[in-house]
């Protein structure tokens, strides 16, 4: 008898807690519609893209034909890499935990990929539920579940500039004070989002982009996009997404006619994995 396993991972968005997971601080993303899907099936031996097997070989995965589509963008900030590793750590083990599979997804992710990453995109991936985001708490890596405000609504602009975060020199530059300085002021935007109206969640938006200008992680180019929506009628706030050097620009809207061309970003189920026997 032959197993399929088939795992649906969500992309994230983040709507604000940038550069926090490393430094126990706190973030608040929540799953959107683009998904990462990946099927294994039973075979004689290990078979797919070299990369996906090499993840594949590290989770200790069984011997199978690996074939993934995806409609989450690679390099925009959305965290495909997560998304691969967690769907490989599921197919490969089967259900578990989630937590467990946000750290085994982690450990495949830094020792195959040389991604440094956090957790809080496998957290966001895993933890969320359609139209709630995930409130992280990563000193003691908890999650409460965060009702999102209908009046929250919030469009993705894509700023062409793409990065690989294995190839970006950030840290290198930064020292320890600088750092929890950033989580520190973070933090507070984070609290302070929980209870915001929109337009006082735009000022924080806006406020955790310039945080991320002055971490030295932006883009001229990504900066001279934000502050174009910025100027567009009916935006409250727009920053950077994720972890940096590009990608996607997360923009609060007052309404869906505010950049009519782009569609709102509606909130999805967190990841999940179904098994069949033939």
Not at 64 to 78: C, F, K, N, Q, R
Not at 236 to 261: C, D, N, Q, S, T
Request: overall charge negative.
């Amino acid at each position: 008898m032959g197993m399929r396993r088939s795992a649906s991972i969500p992309a994230r968005i983040n709507i604000i807690g940038e550069h926090t997971d490393y430094l126990g601080g706190l973030a608040l993303p929540f799953a959107c519609e683009a998904r990462l899907i990946l099927r294994a099936s039973s075979a004689e031996s290990t078979s797919g893209d070299s990369t996906i097997v090499a993840l594949w070989e590290e989770a200790n995965g069984w011997p199978a034909t690996l074939e993934v589509e995806s409609s989450i963008p690679i390099g925009a900030g959305m965290s495909s890499s997560a998304a691969l590793c967690l769907a490989v750590v599921l197919c490969a083990q089967g259900e578990m935990e989630p937590m467990e599979a946000c750290l085994e997804a982690q450990r495949i992710e830094h020792k195959i990929l040389n991604t440094p990453c956090g957790l809080l995109d496998q957290i966001a991936m895993m933890f969320s539920k359609e139209d709630y985001g995930c409130l992280i708490d990563f000193s003691s890596l908890s999650v409460k579940n965060f009702e999102l405000p209908k009046e929250w609504l919030f469009k993705l602009i894509d700023s062409g500039v793409r990065r690989d975060l294995s190839e970006t020199s950030f840290g290198s530059s930064r020292n320890a004070g600088e750092l929890e300085k950033h989580a520190q002021e973070e933090n507070q935007r984070v609290l302070e989002a929980l209870h915001a109206k929109p337009t006082q969640l735009g000022r924080l938006l806006n406020a955790s982009h310039e945080a991320l200008v002055a971490l030295g992680v932006s883009h001229p180019k990504v900066d001279a996009h934000v502050n174009r929506l910025r100027s567009t009628p009916g935006v409250l706030g727009a920053r950077m997404m994720g972890g940096g050097f590009g990608g996607m620009i997360l923009v609060l809207v007052e309404g869906a006619h505010v950049l009519p061309e782009t569609p709102l970003v509606n909130s999805s189920e967190g990841g999940f994995l179904q098994e069949f026997f033939e």
